[in-house]
Every structure is written in structure tokens, then in C-alpha cells.
């Protein structure tokens, strides 16, 4: 049975495809890999050094006609095709994605392909395309997880960064309502006079990163009232001697990669026991990393994790519990795979799979509670064969930011 493998979508709305092709577009595409070595007189050679091209092995990708041209000379494909190359007996429809699922179909009927392989993310047009052509179709749930979860080294230069921008946005917000002043309410009032609240925070953030071509998805500004609730996006006035969470996760305008940093910032007098909680998760991320390097799971950082918090009296409680609702715990795994997307895999949690190298994955360990707040700390590490490295320019993990 001739087999080929299929990687389909949208380039700007699938990170799996993106990565494929290392092209961006608006419209419909896909990326048929074939194992063997094979020209295809309807499509465009390659003309990108970077290509793909390895003996044995053929990449085809179709996309809109208009952007052939480009995309031979800058895709990661050894052949580059529109739909219309491919036409099949019936025509094609008018719709540009049935047009692209018919033309994927198409051009894998005429290369005697009887099974297609493709990963968790392909739309079900092309699966009804390939039926429709008599090719069956098969889902491999972990296909391409693990190439994506090794970045190399120009994947991990984009992410530093990203990183890099996000401190720097951290750094100015904590900045900004470290040296605001105090109504007679409570209430923080910036420098500029402006009454701070969790969403012109986040304006002011969203516009920092703006200057540096980042976009940035709402970042989380969450004072007490909010902190309590791991991944409440805050609202509303923000007020002296209160922890208040700032998490950032932005995306590069020219790369795609992310970033993702987390610091929480006090007003004022800090009390007794938000010293002791920021200790507590300073001690347990310093433990997660330690913990992580290629062959330890996900599982056992989170698990290191959660005896450092122990040892200072906190832990790990499940979220909506009684437990973590009337006493600072940790209500959330330690990490999370980060790169063309914010999240991905592996988790550093519970069944968490071993780590590889090139795994890059956020380290934010946090305690929560519905009555005192919250606070967390977050950095991004990469993982090597001995340990782990840290892809940003690390922020300082205090409460007080007059100085920083």
C-alpha cells in the first residue's frame, strides 16, 4: 500500500502547518510528503536553498495560485502547486478550501497513493475529499509533536527573543505601578495621573509591545480580588498593599514564536505573608529547575515542585476544592511547552511525558487564594541533555519593583 502524509490548513491560524511550510499566507494550504523521490511535471521546482529536498523523500505543496511564485523561492517545499494543477475529473469547486482539499485529493490519486497519515489538527474537508477520491485517510495523534517540541537553534534564537520584549514589558508595567501613588481610597494613580485599572494596564502593555511588533493576546492584570483564580484576566481598580499578577504572553509580528513571563508586583507595604508566599514559589521554581533536563518526565518537575512548596507550608490542591479555596496552594501544573504557540506541549504536570532536547517550556510556579491573591513567577527555559537553560535576561522575583 503506497502511503503519504498529509499537513493541512491555514497557515496563519495553524501553528502545525506554519511550521511545515515556514510560509505564511491567509488561505487554504497543504504540505503532501511523499516517501519517495518523485517530480511533479503540474508544480513549480523549488528554488529555496532551505528546501526540504531529501533523497527518498518528496514534499509537494499546494496552495493559491497567486502565491506560487513566492512560495517557491521561500517555502520549505520541494514542489509548489495551486489547486488548478491538480483539477480533478468533476472540477473544482468555487469554495478556495473544498478547491484545495479536491486538488490534495487529486494529486495524490495521480501519484498512486492509497492511504493518507496526517496529524490531530487536518480539517475534515480534506478527509471528505480523500474519501470522495478513494483514498483512506488515518489519524496519527502524535505525528509531528515531537519534531515541533525539539526546537533547534534558529527556533530557539526567535523565542529568546520574544522573551527578551516580554521582560521588558513586564519590567515597564511593574514599573509603572510601583511608583503610582495612593488615593485616600486605596485606589494606585500613575505618574501621568491616569487611575490605574486592570484594563489600561493591559492597554499600556499592548501598546509597549506594539513599538517593539509584537501583538499580544489580553495579558493578565490581576490585583486581589482577581489573583485568587490562577487565570483570571483581573478587572477593575487596582490598590496599594495588594499583589498584583502581570502575565505576558506576546507574539512576534515577524517570527511567530512567543513569549511568556509572569511577575507580581506590590504597592506599598508588603505584608508577612506575601514575602513568605514569594519565597515559597522563588524556592519551587528553583527546584523545578534543577529537575528538568532530557529524560526526567513532566511529571517528576511538577512533583519537585510541589515538595519545595510543601516544605514552606502551601502545596498542591486541585482547583474548586476546599482545600484551595481557603488557603494558598498551587492549583495548576508548573509549565507548559511554548513556541509558535503559547501552549504546547509537554505539559510539567501530572502524566506529563519525558522531556527532549529542545523542549521549551515555562516554568510558573504560583499560590492562590481567594482571600489574600495571588502570586506567581514565571520564566522560559530550554532543555539540554545536563539541565536546562533560560531563554530570557531574568527578571528580578520581587515584590517591589521601585528599583528595578
Keep these: 500500500m503506497k502511503i503519504a502524509y498529509l499537513t493541512a490548513g491555514v497557515p496563519t491560524t495553524s501553528a502545525t502547518l506554519y511550521w511545515k511550510m515556514r510560509f505564511l499566507v491567509g488561505d487554504p494550504a497543504a504540505v503532501i510528503e511523499f516517501d519517495e523521490d518523485r517530480t511533479f511535471p503540474e508544480a513549480k521546482k523549488s528554488t529555496n536553498a532551505l528546501s526540504p529536498k531529501k533523497p527518498g523523500r518528496t514534499r509537494l505543496l499546494i496552495l493559491r495560485d497567486i502565491e506560487n511564485e513566492r512560495a517557491a523561492s521561500r517555502a520549505a517545499a520541494d514542489f509548489v502547486a495551486c489547486p488548478a494543477d491538480f483539477t480533478p475529473e468533476g472540477g473544482l469547486s468555487g469554495d478556495r478550501e473544498i478547491a ?23 480539517p475534515l474537508v480534506y478527509v471528505s475529499a480523500l474519501a470522495d477520491a478513494g483514498i483512506e485517510c488515518k489519524c496519527d495523534v502524535w505525528r509531528g509533536v515531537l519534531e515541533r517540541r525539539a526546537k533547534d537553534e534558529t527556533e530557539l534564537g526567535y523565542i529568546r527573543e520574544a522573551q527578551l520584549a516580554t521582560e521588558e514589558a513586564i519590567r515597564l508595567a511593574c514599573k509603572r505601578i510601583a511608583t503610582a501613588t ?81 511577575r507580581t508586583v506590590v504597592h506599598g507595604i508588603i505584608s508577612p505573608e506575601y514575602k513568605r508566599m514569594t519565597e515559597a514559589i522563588c524556592a519551587a521554581k528553583a527546584a523545578a529547575m534543577s529537575t528538568i533536563r532530557a529524560g526526567v518526565t513532566g511529571e517528576d518537575v511538577h512533583r519537585a515542585t510541589i515538595e519545595a512548596l510543601e516544605a514552606y507550608g502551601y502545596g498542591y490542591a486541585a482547583p474548586g476544592t476546599e482545600e484551595a479555596e481557603n488557603y494558598p496552594r498551587l492549583t495548576h501544573g508548573t509549565g507548559h511547552g511554548l513556541g509558535l504557540s503559547i501552549h504546547e506541549p509537554p505539559l510539567l504536570d501530572f502524566r506529563g511525558p519525558e522531556l527532549v532536547v529542545g523542549d521549551v517550556v515555562s516554568v510558573e510556579p504560583g499560590l492562590y487564594d481567594k482571600r489574600l491573591g495571588g502570586i506567581r513567577s514565571e520564566d522560559i527555559v530550554a532543555v539540554t541533555e545536563t539541565g536546562c537553560v533560560n531563554l530570557g535576561n531574568p527578571l528580578p522575583e520581587t515584590l517591589d519593583w521601585l528599583d528595578v
Design 100 to 122: 484545495t482539499a479536491q486538488g490534495v485529493a487529486e494529486a495524490c490519486r495521480r501519484a498512486g497513493v492509497e492511504r493518507i497519515v496526517s496529524d490531530r489538527t487536518l
Design 182 to 262: 495612593a488615593d485616600d481610597q486605596g485606589r494606585l494613580v500613575a505618574l501621568d495621573g491616569e487611575l490605574l485599572t486592570s484594563d489600561n494596564m493591559r492597554a499600556f502593555i499592548d501598546r509597549t509591545l506594539l513599538d517593539m511588533k509584537y501583538q499580544n493576546v489580553p495579558s493578565i492584570v490581576a490585583g486581589k480580588k482577581d489573583g485568587g483564580d490562577c487565570h483570571n484576566y483581573g478587572s477593575g481598580y487596582l490598590y496599594t498593599g495588594e499583589p498584583i499578577i502581570v502575565d505576558v504572553f506576546p507574539m512576534s509580528k515577524t517570527t511567530l514564536y512567543n513569549g511568556d513571563c509572569t
